[in-house]
């Protein structure tokens, strides 16, 4: 072979053998459906990053395994994992919010909320019983326009207070909320002294209030009836405060605390009786109320816990 034909001579080249495209279809599909996780199956702790499968956190009571983060839950999820067999009686449920004010957009918000959440409102209000003593119960849901107090909210709460009062039996609020509903104006401000005037009735015939607050308890719903309980209560880790830790900041012109406005702050500072776990709660709302029907005090004077 002579130099040009080394160069114009055609070389015999290799190729390699791909599948057929409807067999990589096949295989790429097959892998596909391998690694996906289906939807709702796995949820990530927000404080420690864990995954975690939801089955093994609901019957942790959502709370994370590894680090002790309470997850939000439900109102009726709260109603049947507090009251004794989760058997209750739901009050008012015919009573759903409108739009007074006519806020752009606020009923249609209402009702793709409701359609969404499974709930006519941000609080769930009914009675049962702990450990055998019959209890009236209100629950609020931050799923609902982020817990937001409006007129039905406040009608429901004074409704259960007064359930309550009229009955004897002990009053326990589960708060849950980003304060008052901005969509009804003074018309949800005006749910802060109505809730409160109910409370001072319901004290003054002797009633025993138990206040507990999960995450986030703020705005007018903290400067209200979830800090005029004879005990106050809050879950671990949960906010609680009136303004926001910005808005303060840039009042009095200075750093706040890593932990401001943390239950365990407001525990170290005396505003609050005792931070309660999840899994503790049952038995601690049981054993305080036994104590007081026992022993037949109108409030808190007195017992430990």
């Known amino acids: 072979m002579n130099w040009r034909e080394f160069f114009t001579k055609s070389k015999k080249r290799q190729y390699a053998t791909l599948p057929a495209s409807s067999s990589l279809s096949t295989h790429k599909a097959a892998r596909s459906e391998s690694d996906t996780v289906p939807d709702g199956l796995m949820e990530k702790c927000k404080k420690c ?12 009571l959502y709370v994370c395994p590894k680090c002790g983060y309470h997850f939000p839950m439900s109102a009726p999820e709260r109603f049947r994992l507090t009251l004794d067999g989760g058997v209750y009686f739901e009050y008012d449920m015919d ?11 606020y009923r249609e918000k209402l009702e793709q909320t409701m359609e969404n959440v499974g709930m006519t409102e941000a609080v769930l209000t009914g009675e049962g019983t702990i450990k055998g003593y019959p209890v009236v119960m209100a629950v609020m849901d931050s799923r609902f326009i982020m817990g937001s107090m409006g ?10 207070i007064e ?3 009229i009955k ?5 609020i589960f708060s849950a909320s980003g304060g008052a509903r901005m969509q009804e104006g003074i018309l949800s401000l005006m749910q802060m002294a109505k809730t409160s005037a109910a409370l001072a009735r319901f004290e003054a015939s002797g009633g025993l209030f ?3 607050m999960t995450h986030p308890t703020t705005g007018g719903v903290s400067a209200s009836f979830a800090m005029l309980g004879d005990y106050l209560f809050a879950e671990p880790g949960a906010l609680i405060g009136f303004a926001g830790r910005r808005i303060i900041e840039q009042t009095i012109r200075e750093a706040l605390p890593e932990d401001f ?10 505003q609050l009786d005792r931070v309660v776990s999840r899994k503790e709660m ?8 036994s104590i007081h029907q026992q022993r037949g005090w109108a409030h808190g004077d007195g017992a430990k816990l």
Do not use: C, M, W
């Open 49 to 60: 990053g864990a995954i975690l499968y939801k089955k093994e956190l609901a019957q942790n």
């Open 95 to 105: 009573l759903v919010s409108t739009d007074p004010l006519s806020f752009p957009t």
């Open 151 to 160: 007129s039905v909210v406040g009608e429901k709460i004074a409704r259960a």
């Open 163 to 165: 359930n309550a009062r």
């Open 168 to 172: 004897h039996y002990p009053l326990i």
């Open 210 to 212: 138990i206040s507990v």
């Open 261 to 270: 406005q943390t239950a365990e702050f407001l525990l170290r500072h005396g």
């Open 282 to 289: 049952r038995d601690v709302l049981g054993r305080l109320i």
